[in-house]
Each structure stands twice: as structure tokens, then as C-alpha cells.
T-cell receptor, first 113, second 116 residues
Framework: KAGVTQTPRYLIKTRGQQVTLSCSPI?????VSWYQQTPGQGLQFLFE???????NKGNFPGRFSGRQFSNSRSEMNVSTLELGDSALYLC????????????FGPGTRLTVT | AQKVTQAQTEISVVEKEDVTLDCVYE???????LFWYKQPPSGELVFLIR??????QNEISGRYSWNFQKSTSSFNFTITASQVVDSAVYFC?????????????FGDGTTLTVKP
């Protein structure tokens, strides 16, 4: 099976712009979770989607949003980018019978200038 | 609320030494899952080991072993005969039972450097 894929891998945006990141889970996995990794805050949970519904949400401002499509692919959007949004964004997918077993993608490295 | 603490920020060893990474966790759930991940410079999180809260048996898998003790809320990870390729950041993580299982809490990571 192909692993979790994330596009794009690298992105440079300007403060105030918005960005959309994409994650394709492992085939058959309906759960997709998103994490932000920064040097200062470490790895923090953003949100989880399951079967097109947000199942869990982390403690991030409303500028961070996500969605999931019927094929389980997920996107996350960050509006009005701030310098502090520069981070590695990781997504993970999980099988239904083992929701705790997360398989991570390579990440999207976002730089906000 | 969940919390994972990795007190060791950086560890440096010489190749072939054994190294133990410490992890202490907090959770109010009785069912939970503990993990160790490795993150090489490329950034991808690589799953290493998982332990369920109801299974305290400690095992060895190749050069990896772990010591899970519920009494002290610790989940330590040992690499035996370390190699240069083991150099990476190692994360301990905690996940609670469904429907929160897809929401993992990570420690701050321990940077391991193995010198030749």
C-alpha cells in the first residue's frame, strides 16, 4: 500500500496570505489527523477528521480550519498567515479498527515571510 | 488532560554504547496507548514501538527494548549498541481510547547524537 502523501512538500508564503495543504491517507483509512511542529511549541495536535466529520479539535485559533472529502483526502487551510505559522505540518492516517495507530506523512514545510 | 514529559533534551553517545530515553506521562484514562517515534532530519515521523496500558510486559525487538511501568507512569526506551544511523529526534507520545485515539500528545523530543 502507498503511504500517506502530503502536498506540497515545501511552501513559502507572505504574511497575511492564506494557504491550503493537502493530505492523502493510506487507502482504506478514514481518519486523518493534522499536527503542527515548531521549534518553540513542539508537536501539537490541530484536528482530526473521520468520515468527513471533524472528530477532535486542538487548541488553535479559528484561522486554522480543515475538511475531509468523501475519498478521505483532507485539506487544511490557514488564513491570514502570521510569521509564527511557519512550521512543519504533519498529517497522519489511521485504520478504523486501530484509531490510535497513526501513520505519518512526510510533512509540508511552510515558511511565512 | 494528557501530558508527556521527556526530561532529556539532548543525549550524545559514542557508537556501540547503550542509550536509554526517558518518558513520563500523565493521563486520567485507564485505557491508553504509548508510542515512541523517530524523526530523522527529513522530518517524517517513523513509528518504532507501541504499548497498551493493559499490557505491562516489556519486550525486546532487535536493538530496541522498552520498560513500561504504570506505577511510575514511565515508558522508557533503550537502544542497545547504538549506531550512527540512530542519530535523530525521538518522541514519546500518548493516545487515549476512541473517540480521542486520533489525538496524540507528544513530548518535546530528545535529540540523540551517536558519534562514530
Amino acid at each position: 500500500k502507498a503511504g500517506v502523501t502530503q502536498t506540497p512538500r515545501y511552501l513559502i508564503k507572505t504574511r497575511g496570505q492564506q494557504v491550503t495543504l493537502s493530505c492523502s491517507p493510506i487507502s482504506g483509512h478514514r481518519s486523518v489527523s493534522w499536527y503542527q511542529q515548531t521549534p518553540g511549541q513542539g508537536l501539537q495536535f490541530l484536528f482530526e477528521y473521520f468520515s468527513e466529520t471533524q472528530r477532535n479539535k486542538g487548541n488553535f485559533p479559528g484561522r486554522f480550519s480543515g475538511r475531509q472529502f468523501s475519498n478521505s483526502r483532507s485539506e487544511m487551510n490557514v488564513s491570514t498567515l502570521e510569521l509564527g505559522d511557519s512550521a512543519l505540518y504533519l498529517c497522519a492516517s489511521s485504520p478504523d479498527n486501530k484509531p490510535y495507530e497513526q501513520y505519518f506523512g512526510p510533512g509540508t514545510r511552510l515558511t511565512v515571510t | 488532560a494528557q501530558k508527556v514529559t521527556q526530561a532529556q533534551t539532548e543525549i550524545s553517545v559514542v557508537e556501540k554504547e547503550d542509550v536509554t530515553l526517558d518518558c513520563v506521562y500523565e493521563t486520567r484514562d485507564t485505557t491508553y496507548y504509548l508510542f515512541w517515534y523517530k524523526q530523522p532530519p527529513s522530518g517524517e515521523l517513523v513509528f518504532l514501538i507501541r504499548r497498551n496500558s493493559f499490557d505491562e510486559q516489556n519486550e525486546i525487538s532487535g536493538r530496541y527494548s522498552w520498560n513500561f511501568q504504570k506505577s511510575t507512569s514511565s515508558f522508557n526506551f533503550t537502544i542497545t549498541a547504538s549506531q550512527v544511523v540512530d542519530s535523530a529526534v525521538y518522541f514519546c507520545a500518548l493516545s487515549e481510547k476512541s473517540p480521542n485515539a486520533g489525538k496524540s500528545t507528544f513530548g518535546d523530543g530528545t535529540t540523540l547524537t551517536v558519534k562514530p
